[in-house]
């Protein structure tokens, strides 16, 4: 059997990648457009579909997938939360994921906006790209070796941004309620309101738990922080309070922001405003705080490591799913 998947939200550089890595000669319909209600129909057709973040697979869709004949609703992401599972099992469809992939890659971007931020490398660079070569007191910074860096979250991503930061020379703190006998190997592990008082830096490596961990990143979290601390968030959206922050950064309790994600992100990312009047005011403010707050995209596993495990994964994924009627990735589905 030739399983025909339309794969979504594959951009140009990654089209080699998906040729290259077919091994199982899948008929494949690369699209750029990530999955929604408005091109739902490029699924009539397919037998399977391979999505990424923000795709569009709630009941509606689910629905007419369901109706094109498409069995397999598979995603090449860690989290699967923009897969309506309930939905999946009423039209009795099967779902998998990637359940890992390099941790190098969202471990750097954390280390480098850390580190732009301590620098203060996008301030001096956006002076410098406007012809002005002057040293003013903002670029005074520490060396890492002199901070300390607190991580919350110490599983596979966080632990390898630890060992990055150590190699560095900084100290380096953890929290986490596993405390892993390898991570104790490369961090302290401390209380978390000691961490946040002691961490010049503090990195977010944790999962989003819907009605448990929302906006975990508030007023009281912040107010526990050191006065001029950098506060990085690679891991989800949702674990923020984007309010909380922009006053933390009005009032200078924290030095400086950035993050790759934020709740509701495909309002946001993956489009080019012409004006500001569709975004969010709060994330159009912290957004003119730069060079203080650094925004990125989503790209924390923009990689070619990150893509290629995803990739390959996902391919054994369908292969297993055909050829022995399940994947070990599998997500569960409710029972009722």
């Known amino acids: 059997m030739t399983l025909k998947i339309a794969c979504y939200g594959v951009r140009e550089n990654e089209i080699p990648f998906f040729h290259k890595l077919n091994i199982y000669n899948f008929q494949l319909h690369l699209l750029k457009p990530l999955l929604s209600h408005e091109n739902i129909e490029t699924a009539d057709g397919v037998d399977a579909i391979l999505l990424r973040a923000n795709c569009v697979a709630d009941r509606q869709n689910m629905r007419k997938l369901s109706e094109y004949g498409v069995k397999y609703v598979f995603t090449r992401t860690v989290g699967y939360n923009h897969i309506d599972l309930q939905a999946a099992k009423d039209y009795n469809m099967y779902v998998a994921r990637v359940p890992s992939y390099s941790p190098n890659a969202i471990a750097e971007l954390a280390l480098t906006l850390a580190m732009s931020l301590l620098r203060h490398t996008a301030y001096t660079t956006s002076k410098t790209a406007q012809k002005d070569f002057t040293v003013d007191p903002v670029m005074f910074s520490k060396e890492i070796r002199n901070c300390k860096v607190g991580i919350i979250g110490t599983g596979k991503i966080g632990l390898t941004e630890a060992k990055l930061f150590k190699g560095l020379g900084a100290t380096v703190l953890g929290y986490d309620i596993y405390q892993s006998e390898e991570a104790k190997q490369v961090v302290t592990f401390k209380e978390l309101d000691d961490l946040l008082?002691?961490?010049?830096?503090?990195?977010?490596?944790v999962p989003y738990f819907p009605g448990e961990n929302e906006k975990m990143v508030n007023e009281s979290?912040?107010?526990?922080?050191?006065?001029?601390?950098?506060l990085i968030n690679t891991a989800r959206g949702e674990l923020q309070d984007n309010e909380a922050i922009l006053k933390a950064l009005q009032t200078n309790k924290l030095a400086g922001f950035a993050t790759d994600v934020f709740a509701n992100e495909k309002e946001i990312f993956f489009q080019k405003f012409s004006n500001d009047e569709k975004l969010d005011p709060i994330v159009k403010a912290l957004i003119e705080l730069y060079p203080r707050v650094l925004i990125t995209p989503h790209i924390g596993s923009n990689t070619d490591e990150a893509l290629k495990n995803m990739l390959e994964t996902s391919f054994k994924n369908f292969y297993d799913t055909l050829t022995k009627g399940s994947t070990p990735n599998a997500v569960s589905l409710p029972n009722k």
């Open 197 to 205: 008082s002691e961490s010049d830096v503090v990195s977010l490596h």
């Open 221 to 230: 979290f912040i107010s526990k922080m050191k006065d001029g601390a950098i």
